[in-house]
């Protein structure tokens, strides 16, 4: 693969110009977050870059997997800015997160999918960590707009009789829905609408376009799996701090 010129990347950058030309133009008022969105993608790529370099080079597992560990605090930390209302939320996100990041790698390391070296479980980890962080920011954000929605139901459900998790059950459906759409809206229309990520760095490296697709199955599949379970385990785990911080 070739490389590509800063100035190439440069003239990309430009492209940025346009929609803060819009922003601009119609007072839209995004034009800063724009900005700021695009020199930090473009600082903490090319940084990331060279540690990955430098990460291959040694070749040590203690090493990638501390870098995984980093990666997946920052995601927690994210996720708890959706849900700075609920407490604990980012070792609730942490530890959603992290489970499901366990159970990707067991699963590519027994069933030989791939070897647990950096090369290979640093890229696919980022992937399946960026899907949860997702998933976990929309359960928080969604799961607040839902209780404001369904309180007057949930208390009326307790009056009757029901328990805690009986009442909360429109509750957690609703949120967990929400959540996944960005996942299965994009399992609904992958290969027809676009190629993924993956499966075209993979045909663009050279490699066959039937293994680049089996890759991408592999991250598809386990991405949306671990979104799912994600989404439950962080609904489940939340959800209580209704009936603790404001319903009593």
């Known amino acids: 693969m070739k490389d590509i010129s800063y100035g190439a990347l440069l003239a990309a950058f430009l492209f940025m110009t346009i929609p803060l030309w819009l922003s601009y133009k119609q007072k839209l008022g995004i034009s800063k977050e724009i900005l700021v969105a695009s020199i930090r993608a473009c600082i903490q790529l090319m940084i990331i870059g060279y540690i990955i370099t430098f990460v291959f080079a040694i070749q040590s597992p203690i090493v990638f997997s501390l870098i995984i560990l980093v990666m997946i605090v920052i995601a927690a930390r994210t996720c708890a800015k959706r849900g700075s209302s609920f407490h604990s939320a980012f070792w609730i996100a942490f530890t959603a997160i992290l489970a499901t990041e366990l159970v990707s790698v067991a699963i590519w390391v027994v069933f030989n ?45 307790l009056a009757l009789g029901a328990t805690n998790r009986h009442a909360s059950q429109e ?18 229309t992958i290969g027809l609408v676009q190629l993924p990520g993956m499966m075209t760095g993979a045909i663009i490296a050279g490699a066959s376009p039937v293994i680049a697709v089996k890759y991408q199955l592999v991250i598809v599949l386990t991405a949306f799996g671990n979104t799912t379970i994600a989404a439950i385990m962080v609904c489940f785990l939340t959800y209580p701090a209704f009936f603790k911080q404001r319903m009593f």
């Not at 791939?114 to 954000?141: C, H, K, N, T, W």
């Not at 509750?171 to 967990?176: D, H, Q, R």
Request: charged share 20%; hydrophobic share 50%.
């Open 113 to 157: 999918i791939v070897d647990y070296e950096a090369q290979y479980i640093l890229p696919m980890s980022g992937m399946i960590i960026g899907s949860s962080m997702v998933a976990v920011s929309l359960v928080f954000d969604r799961l607040q707009r839902e209780f404001d929605l369904t309180k007057e139901l949930i208390m009326g459900k």
């Open 171 to 188: 509750l957690i459906e609703a949120t967990v829905k929400a959540a996944l759409i960005p996942s299965t809206e994009a399992m609904k």
